[in-house]
Structure formats: structure tokens, C-alpha cells
């Protein structure tokens, strides 16, 4: 069986790993929130990942899809 995710995380069946889109200021702010919840930075290996990812990006009305994607940290749940 999976594992199931916590509350606010979506799983990618491809890989039953567990991931929550968030927004820091530096790569270094996104790492030290993924530590604080036992998480870490997302490692993109597959189109369909990546896809999966693009997909979970919030959106924004003051920034185009592109810049909005860059901007987006996405931690992924270490199980």
C-alpha cells in the first residue's frame, strides 16, 4: 500500500512521494522550512514529475506562469 500523505500534501503515484508547493524568498529559506518540517527540496527526475509539479504551483495575477514557477519552492515529504 502507499503511504498516504499528510493534510496538505498531494502524492505522486509515479513515485508515492508526498509534496507540498510553498513560496520562500531564497533557496535557502525554502530549505530551512522543509527542515523544519522533516522535508526536503524536491528533485525533479522525469517529465511527468516536473508536470506533476507545474501543476501545484499557486497562482499568481501579478506574475506570468513562467516567473510564478521559478519563484515557487516545493518541499517533498521524506516517508
Avoid at 35 to 57: P, Q, W
Amino acid at each position: 500500500a502507499q503511504p498516504k500523505c499528510d493534510f496538505g500534501w498531494t502524492q505522486l503515484a509515479e513515485t508515492s512521494q508526498c509534496y507540498l508547493p510553498g513560496q520562500a524568498a531564497t533557496h535557502d529559506d525554502a530549505l530551512a522550512a522543509c527542515r523544519k518540517m522533516y522535508a526536503r527540496l524536491t528533485s525533479i527526475h522525469t517529465k511527468s514529475e516536473n508536470d506533476f509539479i507545474m501543476a501545484l504551483a499557486p497562482p499568481s495575477p501579478s506574475s506570468s506562469s513562467a516567473i510564478r514557477r521559478r519563484r515557487t519552492e516545493f518541499g517533498l515529504e521524506v516517508r
